[in-house]
C-alpha cells in the first residue's frame, strides 16, 4: 500500500503562486510515476502534470510555461508550482502515484483562484 498526503492548497488571487506537494508512505519502492490531476464539479478528471522516477515530464497544454512539476526521491515527494493562476485552474487537485500495477490517489487538495 502507498498512503499519499498532500497539502499546499488554499486560495489566491488570479496572477498568484501557489505550491502543492504530495509525499508518498508505505510501500514507496517500485513507484515509477507520481504527478497531480484535477477536477471541477461536472467535469472529468484531468491530467496537469506528470514525472517519471527518471525525472520526465509532462504537462496539460493550459498549464505549460505556468506550471512546474518536481520530484524529491529521497523524500519520496513530488511538488507543483504553480504561477500566473487563473481562475480556470480552480479546482480539487489529487496528488497520484503509479506503483505498478496499482494507481494510487490522495485525497485532494483544493485551489481556488479568484478574479
Known amino acids: 500500500q502507498v498512503h499519499l498526503v498532500e497539502s499546499g492548497g488554499g486560495l489566491v488571487q488570479a496572477g498568484g503562486s501557489l505550491r502543492l506537494s504530495c509525499a508518498a508512505f508505505?510501500?514507496?519502492?517500485?513507484?515509477?510515476?507520481m504527478g497531480w490531476y484535477r477536477q471541477t464539479p461536472g467535469k472529468e478528471r484531468e491530467l496537469v502534470a506528470g514525472?517519471?522516477?527518471?525525472?520526465?515530464?509532462n504537462y496539460t497544454d493550459s498549464v505549460k510555461g505556468r506550471f512546474t512539476i518536481s520530484r524529491d526521491t529521497a523524500k519520496n515527494t513530488v511538488y507543483l508550482q504553480m504561477n500566473s493562476l487563473r481562475p480556470e485552474d480552480t479546482a480539487v487537485y489529487y496528488c497520484?502515484?503509479?506503483?505498478?500495477?496499482?494507481?494510487?490517489w490522495g485525497k485532494g487538495t483544493l485551489v481556488t483562484v479568484s478574479s
Open positions: 497520484y502515484a503509479v506503483r505498478p500495477p496499482v494507481n494510487y
Open positions: 508505505g510501500s514507496v519502492f517500485s513507484i515509477n510515476a
Open positions: 514525472i517519471t522516477s527518471g525525472g520526465s515530464a
